[in-house]
């Protein structure tokens, strides 16, 4: 028997005495090595899987509760904020700024610079009316202060670029950029001439993305600065006689708003941004218009209002707040209700009727 088993070893050997290889017995191994191999690959992306769909989970709880804990946080601060005394607030100083208000030398454009020169500001006047700019100059000069004037057409971009060029130069970079000038030329869409409709977009729309480029880059260099935005109730509910004003004031939210979550999104949080939507004002603007809701706003309630809200910080606010409420209802109720308390309650379409038309003479 020895002797057979011994032929049997010997006839398996090779000629150089290694063992000759058994094919079958080759590919069964190898069918169980990529057996075990598969079913470690399969192991291990099933383990991939799990882990990550376990780290989602995990992230997405700890996320919620981050939320709930902020959200009570930030409702509870907004609560406080709401009803605490400006008298007991932190709030910003405007001492020495270099502060420049678009439309410097209109209604609400005045009242805000007699009041930031009050607070030592260094206040920058941009207006396309001379004559009104050189009154307020006076005005200014009257209580001992000093403002800068620049005679600027905020309808032309090159000459916004050139004035802001001027004003680094001769003033220094921009710490609180106020966008305030606007236009409306107060006629129902197929009467608004076409050139009017681009110039209302230019100058309540587009300056403030010129404006905000040309000074942005410095504040960001800084690491801080605030860009102030008026815009309008009617940026916030289309109004008769308003389809280029409403639109370009619209406009003016969606700027302001995408800007802010950019800002926020880069890390700039030093950056701040704040848009006041005002209700009426008695500047000439809106002359003509009869309100029923309530009496046209003062200049100075809402200049006074603009630069509480830059000083606290605040990122939009309207005047009066109320009327932040009750706009925002129409996003909840049937539009033909919208229409309803439009038309018969607040008589909008009535208040706007009677407004004076745009007169581009005069405005020069
Ligand atoms: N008056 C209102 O009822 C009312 C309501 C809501 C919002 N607003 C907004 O408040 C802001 C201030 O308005 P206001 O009531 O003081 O108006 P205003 O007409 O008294 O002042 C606007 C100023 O902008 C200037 N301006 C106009 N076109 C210009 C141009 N091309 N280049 C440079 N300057 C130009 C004017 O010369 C004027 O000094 C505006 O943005 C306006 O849309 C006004």
């Known amino acids: ?22 094919v079958k017995e080759f590919n069964a191994n190898e069918k169980v090595q990529r057996y075990i191999q598969l079913f470690f690959r399969i192991m291990r992306s099933v383990y991939s899987t799990m882990y990550k769909a376990a780290l989602r989970v995990v992230t997405r709880i700890l996320d919620f509760i981050v939320v709930m804990w902020l959200s009570f946080y930030y409702i509870a601060e907004a609560i406080v904020l709401n009803f605490t005394p400006t008298s007991l607030m932190t709030l910003k100083s405007l001492r020495g700024r270099i502060i420049l208000v678009t439309g410097g030398a209109g209604g609400v454009g005045q009242e805000l610079v007699l009041r930031l020169v009050r ?54 970079s921009v710490d609180i950029l106020i966008n305030n000038a606007g236009i409306v030329c107060g006629q129902t869409f197929l009467n608004l ?22 000074f942005l880059p410095d504040m960001i260099k800084q690491g801080k600065g605030h860009i102030a935005t008026v815009g309008s109730l009617t940026g916030m509910l289309g109004a008769y006689n308003c389809t280029d004003y409403s639109g370009s004031k619209y ?38 218009c009869k309100p029923t809701y309530a009496p046209m706003l003062e200049p100075k309630i809402v200049a006074k209002r603009l630069i509480l809200a830059i000083r606290r910080g605040e990122v939009f606010c309207t005047v ?45």
């Not at 006839?11 to 290889?21: A, D, H, Q, S, T």
């Not at 706009?327 to 208040?351: D, E, F, S």
Request: one cysteine or more.
């Open 193 to 214: 001439p076409d050139y009017m409709i681009e110039k209302t977009y230019k100058v309540n729309t587009l300056s403030c993305y010129w404006t905000a480029k040309a």
């Open 119 to 172: 607070y030592k500001a260094k206040v920058i006047v941009w207006d396309v009316n001379e004559k009104a700019m050189s009154k307020l100059k006076d005005k200014v000069s009257a209580e001992g202060y000093k403002i800068y004037t620049y005679t600027v057409d905020l309808s032309d971009r090159q000459s916004i670029y050139k004035t802001a060029e001027a004003v680094k130069d001769d003033v220094g």
């Open 1 to 22: 028997m020895n002797y057979i088993k011994k032929r049997i070893n010997v006839e398996n050997l090779g000629e150089n005495g290694i063992k000759k290889l058994d």
């Open 320 to 364: 009066p707040s109320s009327s932040c409420y009750i706009l925002g209802m129409k996003n909840y109720i049937p539009t033909k209700l919208n229409w309803l308390l439009q038309n018969r309650v607040l008589r909008l379409p009535q208040a706007m009727k009677t407004m004076r038309k745009f007169n581009e003479v005069e405005a020069a």
């Open 251 to 288: 406009a003016t939210l969606g700027f302001h708003e995408s800007l802010w979550t950019e800002l926020k999104t880069m890390g700039y949080d030093k950056i701040k941004l704040t848009m006041v939507a005002p209700y009426f004002i008695n500047t000439g603007m809106f002359d003509g």
